[in-house]
């Protein structure tokens, strides 16, 4: 994997890249991108989690909109919320060497302020997540981040037990949408996306 190359694919594709050996190095930029007086969208990343960019964010003044920092009631309320924000920080199930982005969400709360909710949305994500192509990265996400995913939230799922994909109709199922993003769209102004020499998140 050339990370330069992959830098390139994806500033050809009208994405903003950026390539940090540290995750601290990394967090202080995010940091530094969103204003104090501004609001950021957050989904269930265990990137951003694990980096304490929420934790962070709020105690530099800005309004953090996350549901996993608020009781289970105010879930729905806040899924609307982070998507109207000024800003939508996430991770990605998987990026292609060839500038991809592929996320598979449960309630899709996620995958619709990544291609449309918000205007500014930064990626943050460890050289893990990176893939050859589409198939490969498809195949990370249900048979890599979706088993570890349904055991963190405890779902009844195959793949809790498998650690493999079946396709399943459980109820519980966290792969009813799909999203593959090949550009920013029309709609977003800014989308940054910072790599990080580290294996990161799911």
């Keep these: 994997m050339n990370i330069q190359q992959v830098k390139e694919n994806l500033k050809k594709r009208g994405f903003l890249p950026y390539y940090f050996d540290s995750s601290k190095e990394a967090v202080e930029f995010v940091l530094e991108l969103i204003p104090e007086n501004e609001s950021v969208g957050i989904g269930g990343s265990m990137t951003v989690t694990g980096l ?25 309320k ?5 998507n109207s924000a000024d800003w939508y920080l996430s991770s990605t199930n998987a990026l292609t060497e060839s500038g991809d982005f592929v ?13 449309f909710g918000v205007k500014k949305v930064i990626y ?4 893990n997540k990176i893939t050859p192509d589409i198939e490969s990265a498809i195949s990370r996400v249900r048979n890599v981040a979706a088993p570890l995913n349904t055991r963190r939230l405890n779902k009844n799922t195959p793949c809790a037990t498998s650690g493999e994909c ?4 459980s109820p519980d199922c966290i792969c009813n949408a799909t999203l593959i993003s090949h550009h920013p769209t029309r ?6 996306v910072v790599i990080i020499n580290e294996n990161l998140g799911y």
């Design 52 to 76: 304490e960019l929420d934790k962070k964010l709020q105690q530099k003044g800005v309004t953090v909109y996350s549901h996993s920092l608020v009781s289970p009631e105010l879930k729905n």
């Design 78 to 82: 806040v899924y609307q919320l982070a």
């Design 103 to 115: 996320n598979i969400d449960g309630s899709a709360n996620r995958i619709s302020a990544l291609c």
């Design 124 to 127: 943050v994500l460890g050289v």
């Design 166 to 169: 079946c396709y399943c109709d």
């Design 187 to 192: 709609y977003q102004e800014k989308v940054y």
